[in-house]
């Protein structure tokens, strides 16, 4: 199950912005959200939260998807 938290999203246009490897956890710590709870949110593994952070992975589309569900207000 998803939910909205306010992180300054307020359309898809912000998703890039918000997906970037510098503001990943920028907009996880502004939701209240650790490392492990959007994992677990978003289906993958701590490591894989962990490398787009550090700008070592790039998520799939299916992944940025998820990430906009979660930090999206609706």
């Given at each position: 199950?998803?939910?909205?938290?306010?992180?300054n999203?307020?359309s898809?246009?912000?998703?890039?912005?918000?997906?970037?490897?510098?503001?990943?956890?920028?907009?996880?710590?502004?939701?209240?959200?650790?490392?492990?709870k959007?994992?677990?949110?978003?289906?993958?593994?701590r490591?894989?939260?962990?490398s787009?952070?550090k700008?070592?992975y790039v998520?799939?589309?299916?992944?940025?998807?998820?990430f906009a569900?979660v930090?999206?207000?609706?």
């Open positions: 199950a998803y939910f909205t938290c306010k992180a999203l307020t898809t246009r912000d998703l890039p912005m918000a997906l970037s490897r510098n503001n990943l956890k920028e907009y996880r710590e502004k939701a209240g959200l650790s490392q492990e959007i994992a677990k949110i978003t289906n993958v593994t490591q894989t939260i962990i787009i952070e700008g070592r998520p799939s589309l299916e992944l940025a998807l998820k569900k930090f999206l207000i609706q």
